[in-house]
Structures are given as C-alpha cells and as structure tokens.
C-alpha cells in the first residue's frame, strides 16, 4: 500500500519530481553482534555470524570467523556447527522434527577482531508444521484486464492444502533455474484461508511463477513453517528494508531478534534462529 | 442530575431578563447576493459599546432608552451608519455593500475595524476566501487549508501531507466543522488539495487556543467552516477552469426572500498528469477527485428559518483495471434557527457524518475481494445566545454523539467482518461573556463531557491489562446492544474555558486564556502523515481519552487607525493519554487494535508573532512560529518505551516557520500576489548501522525523530486579471496566472534510505551484494506554472 501512494504520488508529479542520492552524516551506533541461521526438517543446518557496520560503509559486514556454534533440541546439546567455506558461515548436516524446539548457542572467543568475547544463545523455537504441496503444472493465463497488463504466457500454477487450524504461518521463496528471484519477504497467514483447498472449485491454484522464457526453465516455490514470532520478526525486517520513504511510511522500529548474550540477558543480538518444517516443488517449463 | 441542568440552562433567560432597557437585534446581509455576514461589529458610538453578529448573521444589543448611531462594521465593506431611536425592543436588519475605497491606502470609512484588539477571543485565525482566492497555490487551485498553513501556529508535516497540525498537536486534534458537521478526512489526492471547494464557502475561522466551550471533542484546534447559503437575489453562476480541476457553482432564490439555493461541483483531472507518463505502471492508473456542495434554506417566519445542507466527495485511484480504492466523506446538517425573544437566539442541529474508504480488485476477477472500512455519527444539537444587555452575552447548549465505527468487512472469495464498535458521547457546556468594565472583559465557560462505549461487542481480556498482547489473552465478554462496556465522565469530563482580554488603550491589548480540552476518538495511524486508510477508533476498556490543557497569553496592537493588526501570542501545552504504538504495529484490518498501542504523553510550546494588513493597496501578512513539539512514551518496561522513555521530537516539530503573503493591487484590473515560506526541516528517523540477513541489508534504528531533512523554502508569485464588469452585462470572466516555487528550489519531501545491488548483472539474489545510500525525493523540484480561469454570470 506505501509503494502504491508512492507510486501515485511521483506518477501524478511524473513532470515535477526527482530524486537525488545525497550525503549525510548521522551517527554510528555501537556495533552489536548478528546471528543468522534455521534448522529444518529437511536441509542442512546453518548459522551466520556477523557484526553490525556503519550504514553507509559498503561492502559486507565483517564475519566472525573463529565462533563455536553448538545446536540445542529440546534443551539438550544435538550438534556443532562447523566452519563452512564462507566467511562467518556454519552448518551441520543436523534435521530437525516437527514439534521439537531448538537453540543455539555461539561462543565467541578473545581476540577476535571484530567484537569482544561473549556467549550467545537463541531463545527456543519450536518446529511447526507446514502446509504440503500437492503437485504442480504449467498453464497459459491471459487475465482479463483492460488495459491489457499482465503478460499473457505459460505459468506455474501450484495446488496445495492448507491445514485446518488456525496458527499457522508461512514464508514463500522463489528461484528460477537456482537462481534466487528476489530477496523480497513473503509472509502470510491462514486466519482468512485455514483449511482452504487452493486448485479447487472455491480459490484457484496459485500462479507463483511466469510467464517461462524458454524451454526447460525449471521454477522452484519453497514454503517454511515460521512461529508467529518470527512472522512478525520478518515483517519488521521488511518494513525496515524496504521503506519507501513517503510520509506515509511508519516510523522506523528497533530490530531485536531472539539472540541473547547469556551472561548479559538485557543485551539482544540483531539476528533470528529460527526452525522450520520445509515442502518445495519445483515445475519444469516444456513447450 | 442532567433533566436538573437542562431545566436550569431552559429557565436561564427567564430568570436573567431585564425589562428596564430596549433590544435592538436583527440580521447583518451582503447587500449584493442576501448572504449573512459573520462577525459584522456593531458599534453604538455614544456609549462605546458594541456586539457582533453570530455564525447566521444575527445580532442582538440591550441598551438604555435613547437616540444613536448605530455603525455596522465589516472588512471590505462599506460601513453603515443607521439612526436608531430606541423606544421599544426593535428589529433593524442591514444590507452591506462591498467597499469602492479598496485602492486608497487607508479606508476612511473602517476606523473601528479593531476586533483583533477589543475582542476577548485570541488565538483566532480568520481568513477570508476572496484573501485566500488571491494567494499563488499550486496549480491555480485555491486551497483553504494550505492558506490556513501561512499562519502562524498552523503547519504539516509536508507538501502533501494529509492533514495539518496546529499548536504542536497532530492531525486528528483538530476538529473540522462544515455547516458544524465533521468532516473526517479533510484532504484530496492523498493531501495535496483540501475538500473545501472555495467557491462554496462564505466563511473559515480556526480556533488554536482560547476554544469556547461551545466547541469539544478534539485538543488543539476547531475550523469552523460555513457554507453559503445561495444568492437569494438572483440566479448566478460561476465557475473556473484550472490545470487540476474544474468547478461550476449554481444559486439563486427558490421563493422570493424566503429561500434560496446553492449548488457546487468540482472535478479534477489528475488522470491526465498520469498519462504523460512514459511508465505503463504509471500511465494506465486512473486518478481523480470531485466533491459536491449543496444548501437549501428557508424562512418559516421572521423567527424561524431552516437550512439544509450536505457534502460529498470522492477520490477514487485505480490501478490498471487491477486494482481500485477509493475514499471520501460525505455529511448532512438539517439546523433550525428559532429566536425565543430578541435577546434569545436558539439554533437546533442534525448532522450526519460518513466517512468510508473502500479497496479492492474488480469484480469479475477471480480472486476478488473488497474492504471496506467506515465511521458514521449522528449529532444531535442545540445552542442558545442570550444577549442579556450590552456587556453580558450567555452561550449554553447541549450535544450529543452516537458513533457507529466499522474498522472492516472483506468481501469477495471471502467474507469476513471485524466487529462494529459504537459509543455515545453528551455534552453539555455555558459560557458567559461579560465586559467588566470599559478595560476588562472575561469568557469563561465550562463544558462538561463524557464518553460512553456500548454494545453489542465481544471484548478480550487480556494477563495484564495495562499492556494487552495477543499470546496473552484469558478470557472474552460478550456485550450486548447497548450494554456498557466502559464509560467516562465524572469530574474528568469537566472542561474549564477562561480568556481575559484587558485593553491597554484603544490600539492594545493583554489578552490570556485557559482551556482544558478532550478527545474521546483517535485515528489509528502511525505513519508520519495519515493516510486516507487510517481510520478513528473510540476510547474504551484499553485506550483512554486524550487530555490536553493549554496556556495562552497574547499581546494585540493595532496602528495606522487599525490598518495594520500585530500580535504576539505565547503558548504551553500538556497533552495526556497520547495514542502511540509498538514497534511494527500492524494497524490495518486489525480488530484488537489495544495489543499494538502504547500511551504517551505531550507537550508543546512556543511564540507566534503576526503582522497583518487588510486594507489599502498592500495587503497581507507576515507570520512567524518558533515552537517545540515533543512526544515522551515511557512504559514501566523497555517494550514499552520508544526513545527509552526520553522525550522526542513530534513528526511536525519545526523550530521556525516563516511566512510573508502579499497582494498589491496595481491598477483596477491587475494585481500581483507572492508568497515565500521557510521552515526548519522536519525531523525523520535515519539509520544509525546496519546489519545483514539473509540477502537483504537492514537498517538499525535505535532512535525515533534523530535526523532532521534540509530546512524548507519556497517562494510563489501569481498575478489576477480582473476587467470590470460592463454594465449590463451578466457575463464578465478573471484570469489568474502564477508560477509555484518560482526558483525551483529542490525541497526535500522526504530523505530514505536504500540498498541498491552492487553488481545489476548478478540476477541471484544470493550471491548478491547491497550497498547503502541515502536518497532525497523531492516532489516539487521545479517551477511549476498555472493558468486559471475564472467566470460568471
């Protein structure tokens, strides 16, 4: 909706408006540690430590390199999370259960470069069950709109049920030919559509990738499970990251996560540990 | 207790009536069109003592038995001078004809024009709309608001911004009234144009402290707007073609000195400004405006007369046949003036209030789905003027408010509905003005309100009421029509007014006043600016009424014989009970609005100064605001803290704001107009780090309103051709030409920041990198012209 009166609003002053990139000089917080990661039921486990920048340095953040990372399920130690080929990055090859809760904890030793020594610990999540995708199939849709806007072509469609029982949360990510298609957030929820069959008669299957280019392009859909905790987590962090600067925007909000600094409990980390129960489905265009 | 002050205020004049002196009353008219005038003086020189016409033109004096000139004053119009000999109550109603002395520098005929120093309102901003209709606007469009915001203590948080704030309150404090109806939502296309069509409007009058207790129900301000009533000489038209928008106005007499009509339309045309666009995101949308005013009057008899009046208007946007939305307000005021005596002036209202918006897909889409928000009030009203002799005047009433809110209804491949709230919302008030002697005159009233939310409604209840969350809820109540779910009054609904006004001398004035002001209804918004999807929502189990108590103190002085008015007006306001939300609140089609609030407090302060000049050649003003504005949310736990409890700017703190408007008449058919403003830029939140998840950068803010955007300045200049109108001919036409921010200047409407890919041709977003940077908009960047042109016959 911001983007929309965004975008009316330069569209009306199409002929008046501008945008310049400027320079400006706000002051630098203290820098504070970053812990990225998700167990599931049917991928590696990974974590990402990293430290907070200046906003307008560039380039990435800087990595913490040398952390010990150990896995919690159900309050008992499962796993260690090894140092992986990229910077900053562990992973074990550790799958989780749906039901189960998880932790982690990441230990940072003295005389790391990037930030002091200290212990850190995510607050349980639980794994919640996911919706299962049914099968998938490739369609020509033409809506029916005047002006013609959408691109008339071939498209994957997808039919899937969603659980009866409301509670549930969801995030939806999109690659093409491995490529991930956009790092925009995708949440939702099933208080409008719990217990919905969606290729039936009532909610049509739901086109989530088109029209296809080229012969054997292959689209993928993975859905997550997500506790309404990090549903809201996630929505923060993409009001925060995409703003759109109108003043129709809410006011920016202070970020915390479920990290915590175990001998300083006040103290939180900007990042999530989440689990999730995991379905994909990839449709492979043929012509 | 209420029948007993009912009786009380009904048996009032009874009590209070003096037989010994006689009752000069009557109605105060613009002799070319039959309009009431509003706030005509009426100056009965031999005793120096004097009354005004009230809001439908009627005035009415009590004086010792006697022979007088009676003057009846108006700006731009010639002074009346009648012989009165008062040996019985009379009844003398008088026709104004507008001035022919406008060119001559000082107007001979105005020596008494002094209101601004003689009254005892203060904090008053009154504007007239042929002043306002010579002010360079934006695209030619005369925008009453946007004239409203050259004054002093009146503001927004940016061009375009929905709403205005005044004094250090925020857009939903101010109560806008037309014909005493409230008007929601007071802007068009997302706040670049007001819904006041000028045209239709006789009179615009902006309370900022001072209020009188006739007025409640919002803290910082009252704009009471009144439409005309419809030329009840003749037939007439007019209208005008701008580059936004056309207008036509139709009224004339319906019976002869009985009743009269008015009729007004406006649509714009921003649909075209779309279509330029080379963008088919943008060039395909539909986007326009237009409202609708009407008024109907008639008299039953010399003492009664009825109005009808109404407004409609809508903004409706599409999006590629894609996707629709459309808002608006729409109200009615049926008002019955009856005069009891003379002295005793009474006005009875029904007023009926909408305002909706609607958003959606069409519907023969196969996934379609329509919301539908709204707020409806019905009003009930009456007001009485007692005009007890020449130095005492009472105003007593009562009101009373049913509110119908309905946050949502999604209809469509679903069918969902959040629950309906309703509240009622009486209120009594009395006023006396009283000239204590020929230096003092006191209006001190009080009103008293409350607030009362009923059923039907189910209501959560929550572990710890004093900070509701969703995970936490124990149990549900379920209330039915009418059932009380929470109320308000008691002594908190008592709501002192007090103004002094002590005349220094003929040309000045101390003037001071209190009031101690209510809100019972807040617009849930947390955006900088309100949206038109933002929506009011009522005081209850979890949201309490907002308090505000204002502190004003002014010095008035005129000079030249009254043709400059200056003043310098101090302020300080407390503001209890601040509507503020969580961090990420989620707002929209959210029935348990109390598990995303927060509570807060407020306060404001400042110096306006303002030098006017509405006679002569030049005429004018030059205003300037320095003030504060700040907002403190400290709650006993940091989830309930913004800022960690400090005090923070408001989004509408702007330290200074400047504004000079001038229209100097050149010969008899030309005159040329400018404007320049400079405000302190307002402030905005920026990032302070940032940190990486997943592929997206994030920017870390840990502090509300830390960064201000560039300081604001913009000048305009138009000139108005008017030829004189030819005798006998009914058709005569003006044109307005003008250049809006004639040195295109590139204010900032906005600063943002973004994350841009380091490297285009990286199409997987996870191997991709994100810079940072900070981006201006700015949505007037350059000169813009405007041609407007203006007809009637």
Known sequence: ?287 | MIRNLLVTLFLLPVILFSQNKYTLSGYARDASNGEELIGVNVYVKELKAGASTNLYGYYSITLPAGSYQVEYQYIGFETVIKSIDLTKDMSVSVELSESQTQLQEVEVTSERIDKNVTSVEMSVAKLDVKEIQKVPQLLGETDIIRTLTLLPGITTVGEGANGFNVRGGAADQNLILLDEAPVYNSSHLFGFFSIFNADAVKDVKVYKGGIPAQYGGRLSSVIDVRQKEGNSKKYAFNGGIGLLSSRLLVEGPIIKDKSSFMVAGRRSYADIFLALSDDPDINQNILYFYDLNMKVNYRLGDKDRLFLSGYFGRDVFEVNDLFGFDWGNATTSLRWNHLFSDKLFSNFTFVYSDYTYSLGTPEDDEFSFRLTSRIQDYHLKGSFNYYLNDKNRLDYGFEGIYYRFSPGEITGFTNIKLQNEYAIEPSLYISHEAKINQRLTVLYGLRYSSFYKIGPQLVQIYENSDFPQEDRLIDTLNYKSFDLIKGFDGLQGLEPRISVNYLINEQSSLKASFNRTRQYIHLISNTTSPTPIDLYRPSGTYIDPATVYQYTMGYFRNFSQNTYEASVELYYKDFLNLVDYRPGADLIFNEFIETEILSGIGRAYGAEFLLRKQTGKLTGWLSYTLSRSELKVDGATADRQINQGDWYASNWDKLHDFSIVLNYQLTKKWDISANFIYQTGRPITAPSGKFEFEEITVPIYDGRNNFRIPDYHRMDLSANYTPERKPGKRFYSSWSFGIYNVYARRNAYSIYFQSVANDPDVSDFSTQFFDTQAVRLSIFATAIPFATWNFNF
Not at chain 1, 216 to 233: I, K, N, Q
């Open chain 1, 1 to 287: 909706m911001k983007k929309l009166i965004l975008y009316i609003i330069t569209g009306f002053l199409i002929l008046t408006s501008c945008q310049d990139v400027v320079t400006i000089d706000v002051p630098n917080s203290s820098i504070g540690i970053n812990i990225v990661g998700r167990v599931t039921d049917s991928a590696d486990t990974y974590v990402t430590v990293s430290v907070t920048a200046g906003y307008f340095d560039q380039g990435q953040t800087p990595r913490i390199e040398n952390a010990t990372v150990f896995l919690y399920e159900n309050g008992s130690r499962v796993s260690e999370l090894l140092p992986d080929s990229l910077a900053g990055l562990y992973s074990t090859n550790f799958r989780g259960s749906i039901g189960n809760s998880y932790e982690i904890e990441v230990q940072i030793p003295a005389g790391n470069p990037n930030f002091e020594q200290s212990t850190w610990r995510s607050f349980p999540e639980t794994m919640n069950r996911v919706l299962r995708f049914d099968s998938s199939n490739v369609r020509s849709l033409n809506r029916n709109t005047s002006p013609q806007v959408f691109t008339e072509g071939d498209y994957a469609l997808v039919y899937f049920q969603e659980p009866l029982g409301k509670g549930d949360n969801y995030r939806f990510r999109l690659w093409e030919n491995d490529s991930l298609v956009t790092n925009d957030i995708t949440v939702f929820f099933d208080d409008v559509i719990d217990g919905e069959y969606f290729g039936g008669d009532v909610i049509p299957a739901f086109d989530y990738f088109g029209p296809f280019d080229n012969n054997g392009d292959s689209a993928t859909l993975e859905v997550s499970s997500l506790t309404r905790e990090y549903r809201e987590y996630l929505e923060l962090i993409a009001q925060l990251a995409f703003q759109v600067g109108s003043t129709f925007d809410p006011p920016p909000a202070p970020v915390t996560g479920n990290i915590y600094n175990v001998d300083n409990p006040q103290q939180s980390g900007y990042g999530y540990f989440t689990a999730s129960a995991v379905d994909m489905i990839t449709t492979r265009y043929t012509e």
